[in-house]
């Protein structure tokens, strides 16, 4: 029966990591309606988070919105459906690609960073040094992390949407030849308000998503270089996987009657 | 001089799961005094600062600040406790992100006692009492040396008038003379501000020159302690191999397992 003991380790050891996250995000969310606030830190993430984000996001969202219309044209033109290409582009950015796309390449941006810099902050005492200053380390560090992701996602989201359809857009009119107006107007006629919504929907959640694993890993980060590159590391692959689960839940709920 | 101490900590043991570092550890430390607290790396001194600070909580055991007891204080009572320390980190812990005005000014600026522009010119008038020129205040942490950091350390923990000053190994990690310039920045500030001070070290120099009673810690005890002045002649073997620095003799080094 020794084979079950290395099995009991570590389900014990998964049970205590869901119990500290748990905890972790109970207490940073009741931290969030709490004062005192930091409008200096809060303003200061959402331009590190949005603004400098936003070349990033526009690049991947314009080559999604570019490789789609190039993609469903081969697929489509067999049963010259070509006008189909508008509605494929703006479905596919709004619901998926354009939160999906910006929700990873921000966690490769900024939820690494969030992690490396907290994770130093606490290796280096800084973290406990805010203690003893009297301001709480998960007010003055944590909760504008969080609001700032969740408020700026949905932005960028937005814009990216915004350039991805106009990524399509240039393929179609000025590769394939289609019409500019006609296809403007499909892309209208295509578009729901429910769609961008829903992408904007999830654009919050996975901003949730990036900013509480990049804190989280970061605040718990112990024992040197090393463990501030292991929080790295565990921020961007928890995160990543769980924006994708959450987008197929969110999928599920949204669009799934 | 009252009879409470400052800090009276009674038969306080911590561990760190299998291994204990705190085995019972009993001191007190009066209004106004200087303790420094000996020991070799990795015996507590560090552990022993951040219990009494709230940053850990000790297995079992008082601590009493003023002859209250601190253990296990809600987060309120903890910062209302809190106010009345301020620590000079091991490493400076200074935060990188800010100007080193805005470290010296951090407490009494999040206090909201003052404002951010008062709190420049108190950091100028508290890096002045260090020996900074006023010069320094807009500088970023990464740009001074390890000496000038442990002097804004040092002006940071003078900044909200403390009644008690932890120091962490003040003069690690600096040349001699850098040392001893900090040691008589310590006797000088603490005496200005009538404050108590408790030091950790296991620089020899430093702890004659800033302690009025020094304490030696060995295996979670405080094994001996006597007036700065009386350690010279104590006959305590522990003590006297470790003031003269000697590898052999009662004290065993861990190194090997
Ligand atoms: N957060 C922690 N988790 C686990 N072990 C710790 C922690 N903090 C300190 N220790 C251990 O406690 C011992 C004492 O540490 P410390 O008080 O920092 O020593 P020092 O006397 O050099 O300041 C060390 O062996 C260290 O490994
Ligand atoms: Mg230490």
Known sequence: MNFLQPIGHYVLKFFGSVG?????????????????????????????????????????????????????????????????IANVVVLSITRE???????????????????????????????????????????????????????MLPILVLIGDIIGVLGGYLVAVYQLGFNASNY??????????????????????FGFIITLMGCY?????????????????????SASILILCFNYLLTMMFFDK | MSD???????????????????????????????????GGSGTGKSVTL????GLMEPDSGTIEVDGENVVGLGSRDRERINHKFSM????????????????????????????????????????AQVGMPAEVADLYPSELSGGMQKRVGLARAIAGDPEIIFFDEPTTGLDPIMADVINDLIVKVTRELGSTGLSITHDMASARKIADRIAMLYQGKIIWQGPADSIDHCDNPYVQQFINGRADGPIEMAVRK
């Open chain 1, 20 to 84: 500290r996250l748990v905890l972790f995000t109970l207490t940073a969310l009741s931290h969030c309606i709490r004062p005192p606030f930091y409008p200096r830190a809060i303003l200061r993430q959402m331009i590190e988070i949005g603004y400098f984000s936003l070349p990033v996001v526009g690049l991947t969202t314009v080559f999604a919105g570019m490789v789609l219309a190039l993609q469903s044209y081969t697929g489509f033109s067999r049963f010259s459906a070509e006008g189909a």
């Open chain 1, 97 to 151: 690609l354009g939160p999906v796309l910006a929700g990873l390449m921000v966690t490769g941006r900024i939820g690494a960073s969030m992690a490396a810099e907290l994770g130093t902050m606490r290796v280096t005492e800084q973290v406990d040094a805010l203690t003893t200053l009297s301001t709480n380390p998960f007010k003055y560090l944590v909760v504008p992390r969080i609001l700032a992701g969740i408020t």
């Open chain 1, 184 to 205: 403007i107007q499909s892309t209208w006629e295509f578009m729901e308000n429910m769609d961008v919504v829903s992408g904007l929907v999830k654009a919050a959640v």
């Open chain 1, 217 to 237: 890993h970061g605040y718990t980060s112990k024992g040197g270089a090393q463990g501030v590159g292991k929080a790295t590391t565990d921020a961007v692959v």
């Open chain 2, 4 to 38: 409470i101490p400052k800090i009276r900590l009674r038969n306080v043991h911590k561990a760190f799961g299998p291994k204990t570092v705190l085995n019972g550890l009993d001191l007190d430390v009066m209004p106004g005094e200087s303790v420094v607290i000996i």
């Open chain 2, 50 to 53: 951040k219990c009494t600070l």
């Open chain 2, 88 to 127: 000079l980190f091991q490493g400076g812990a200074l935060f990188d992100s800010l100007p080193v005005w805005e470290n010296v000014a951090f407490g009494p600026i999040a206090d909201k006692t003052i404002t951010r522009k008062q709190g420049k010119e108190l950091a100028i008038e508290k890096l």
